[in-house]
């Protein structure tokens, strides 16, 4: 093929331009607006849109950072290398699989939801089936080739994407034609009647922000695509520069709309919003459609993390000492160009989650830890902020390349905003358990790649 370029380690450049961009698409947009975004508005009304506009620029500055590291050195496929590059083997030891795992218990999440959406038409077919018939779909993909994922994950956010056009385009009509609802009529006025910042109390306030941090997870998956993108610096910095219109587009605007069509005091928080707006407007079959949707959203997330969870092990593999049974077995690319190995590894772990299915006992735990890993991801994207701190301090630095902007305060500032939201979720009762796990995870764990570089250090 022509178009058939090898990296050194094997893997092929098969995405393009239009693979990544989607990619990038579909990681900002997950079942968090579909689902989620009841019960942010109704804690804080019409300014939650402050709320996912600050959290969007933190994120876009995040992805700045891991866009300027990858815009130097293109050849990595996650960002985890950087901080095994810049902070050292015990970081980066810690950050690799402690995102690796996280990304198993995503995976976990996703296929769990998947099920539940499938089960919205199949009530009868149970859930492990449902489960381990998509995962050896999925698996099956990304085994093939990175172009057919890529190709898969475009199709995926452009059914995302067009659920947010009709959305917007069905509540501006609305809004234009002083459409009746049960609440009233559709108005500019019921997004700016009644305004105020904190409308429930500082409280309700500050703790949407995490619930909307939770959103925003994952965005980061675009840069793990880069090491297998074709133009790879060109492909960067168009799907990065653009992440923060596309929050403004799918996040900001659907929310106003939704705001315009039903009052945001009288939204329930119970059910989705897209639903409420597209029930108003009388479409009969939208239970149906909705579900289709938000079955796109989960099998999309799934898709990415099964991606992305192979890179990271064969990432750690390639990272690991000369010798070691990582090394030996798992830092190998198949003939056509897929970290095959990883990828299958950790899809077999992934299988847990259909074995949890018959037991509720086990779900409830599962819920808990799965919780814990997503507070970790806060965690690596520190350790990465600091990594692009220490790269800014090298020889590596490039003074032309695709600097993020702003950086002597965007980043000291990313840096801390992320840190107050771990901490911020110590005060709220359902995170407490999952923000008190992911700390003895970092002391212990932590402590021991500590200890593992130091024996390192001295033997060498």
């Not at 699989?97 to 995503?106: E, V």
């Not at 492909?235 to 705001?259: G, P």
């Not at 999952?434 to 200890?451: P, R």
Request: aromatic residues 16%.
């Amino acid at each position: 093929m022509a178009d058939k370029i090898e990296n050194r380690d094997g893997t092929i450049r098969s995405l393009s331009n239009r693979h990544v961009q989607m990619i990038a698409i579909g990681g900002t947009i997950g079942t968090g607006l579909f689902l989620g975004a009841g019960t942010t508005i109704s804690a804080t009304g019409p300014s939650v849109v402050f709320i996912y506009a600050i959290m969007g620029i933190f994120f876009f500055f995040l992805l700045r950072a891991l866009g300027e590291m990858f815009y130097y050195d293109y050849n990595n496929h996650t960002f985890v290398s950087f901080i095994t590059r810049y902070l050292g083997d015990g970081f980066g030891h810690f950050a690799g699989w402690t995102y690796w795992i996280g990304l198993l218990f995503s995976c976990m999440a996703e296929l769990s939801a998947v099920s539940t959406y499938v089960q919205f038409w199949l009530p009868n077919v149970p859930a492990w089936l449902i489960q381990v018939v998509a995962l050896v779909l999925l698996t099956t993909l990304n085994l093939t080739a990175a172009k057919l994922f890529g190709e898969t994950e475009f199709w995926f956010a452009m059914i995302k994407i067009t659920a947010i056009i009709a959305l917007i385009v069905t509540g501006i009509i609305m809004v234009a034609v002083n459409a009746k609802t049960p609440v009233g009529h559709a108005s500019l006025r019921n997004f700016t009647y009644r305004f105020a910042l904190m409308p429930k109390g500082p409280y309700a306030f500050f703790t949407a922000f995490p619930m909307v941090f939770f959103s925003f997870a994952g965005i980061e998956f675009v840069t793990i695509t880069i090491g297998e993108a074709k133009d790879p610096q060109h492909v960067i910095k168009k799907a990065v520069n653009e992440t923060l219109l596309r929050i403004l587009l799918f996040y900001i605007a659907t929310l106003i709309v939704i705001m315009c069509v039903i009052p945001w005091w009288t939204i329930s928080a119970s059910s989705s919003p897209f639903v409420q707006v597209f029930q108003i407007a009388g479409f009969n079959a939208v239970a149906s459609v909705f579900n289709f949707i938000v079955l796109t959203a989960a099998a999309s997330a799934l898709n990415s993390c099964i991606f992305s969870s192979g890179r990271h092990l064969f990432q750690l593999a390639e990272e690991a000492p000369k010798g070691s049974f990582l090394k030996k077995h798992f830092a190998k690319i198949s003939p056509n160009g897929v970290p095959a190995r990883g990828l299958l590894v950790s899809v077999c772990l992934v299988l847990i989650a259909p074995a949890l299915s018959f037991s509720s006992a086990a779900i409830e735990v599962f819920s808990k830890v799965a919780g814990a890993t997503s507070d970790m991801f806060i965690l690596v994207y520190v350790l990465a902020l600091l990594a692009h701190r220490k790269y800014r301090q090298s020889s590596d630095f490039m003074e032309d390349g695709f600097k993020m902007p702003l950086y002597q305060v965007a980043s000291p500032l990313t840096i801390l905003f992320f840190l107050i939201i771990f901490f911020s979720l110590f005060f709220i009762p359902n995170d407490v358990f999952g923000a008190t796990l992911s700390v003895l995870w970092t002391l212990f764990f932590g402590s021991w790649c500590w200890i593992r570089e130091r024996r390192k250090k001295v033997n060498s």
